[in-house]
């Protein structure tokens, strides 16, 4: 298998729901090291996650990557509805279903999620101890104080309001309601406004991608209630490295720095020029970097 090609795989989440993905894997015999990964909030495997696959094959890893239940290639209803519970849910059967691949060492997986699935590596990486090294890249550390920083005290009401009101819907028998994702225009209600954020949302897209420019209102009460920040000093004894972008507004760069203080050895922190976004763009090749060489260290890709 040349190293630039993977496998389609499909998987059951722990309802059934089925969630699809790809496999690397690095050329040669035997059973490697294996990667399993998945995006941050609202985002598909084809925004950056495949060129960090191909990356971490060429690298001696397999890599397996995971669109989020209603995102993308895989299963799930109402579409575009974000539940950190049930994501986290689904990454560990991920995780289990990468164990019983033959292309693959069962003893030695790690786990990279970036954003949002950044905060879902930190509970994971607390919770499972099948992992043997996690990356946690520009994560989600506290919904509540990401919330407090970007929405407007003027703006809240409203936001509770919307909050409120579909609540109230679907408990009268209709479908959540729907914002955009991103959007610049402040006449479109969105989950991010800043140009970078929209410049990577809205991406072109390989031909065939399945991804909208929405998500539903709900997701939004239940992002405000995430706090992964809470399980990172029960990560250890687990390896744990965390990337943090030094302007990070989006999940917030002081409050990952001090998620790491807390966290327990063994820990590294590697930190990035940029925003949120420039690990998928001008920090790929740095990002990238420090989590190959993390996984190079515990995981042990040449071990005979």
């Not at 990454?91 to 691949?101: G, H, K």
């Not at 943090?244 to 966290?263: E, W």
């Amino acid at each position: 298998m040349s190293q630039s090609t993977h496998l389609d795989i499909e998987f059951s989440a722990p309802d059934g729901v089925t969630l699809r993905g790809a496999l690397y894997v690095p050329d040669g015999p035997g059973r490697h090291p294996a990667v399993t990964m998945t995006h941050g909030y609202g985002a598909v495997k084809e925004m950056a996650l495949l060129r960090l696959a191909a990356a971490f094959a060429e690298a001696g890893f397999a890599a397996l990557v995971h669109d989020h239940r209603t995102f993308g290639a895989s299963d799930g209803t109402p579409r575009q509805d974000i539940d950190p519970w049930k994501q986290i849910e689904d990454w560990r059967r991920a995780i289990t279903y990468l164990e019983s691949r033959p292309e693959v060492d069962a003893d030695r997986i790690g786990l990279w999620g970036s954003s949002y699935a950044g905060g879902h590596a930190i509970v994971l990486g607390a919770s499972d101890r099948r992992l043997k090294a996690v990356v946690a890249q520009v994560p989600t550390i506290s919904g509540f104080e990401q919330s407090r920083r970007r929405v407007a005290p003027d703006d809240i009401a409203a936001l509770e309001a919307a909050l409120d009101s579909d609540e109230r819907a679907q408990a009268a028998g209709e479908a959540p309601r729907t914002q955009a994702l991103a959007s610049a225009d402040p006449g479109v209600a969105a989950a991010y406004r800043a140009q970078d954020a929209v410049d990577f949302y809205l991406q072109e897209l390989p031909e065939g991608t399945r991804w909208d420019n929405s998500v539903t209102v709900r997701s939004t009460r239940k992002a405000r209630m995430y706090e992964p920040g809470v399980f990172i000093d029960r990560v250890s004894p687990t390896p744990l490295l965390m990337i943090v972008g030094r302007q990070d507004t989006v999940t917030l760069t002081d409050t990952g720095l001090a998620a790491f203080n807390r966290a327990l050895e063994p820990k590294r922190l590697v930190t990035i020029p940029g925003g949120h976004f420039a690990p998928y763009t001008t920090e790929f090749a740095r990002a990238s970097a420090a989590a190959i060489a993390f996984f190079r260290e515990h995981l042990a890709p040449n071990r005979d």
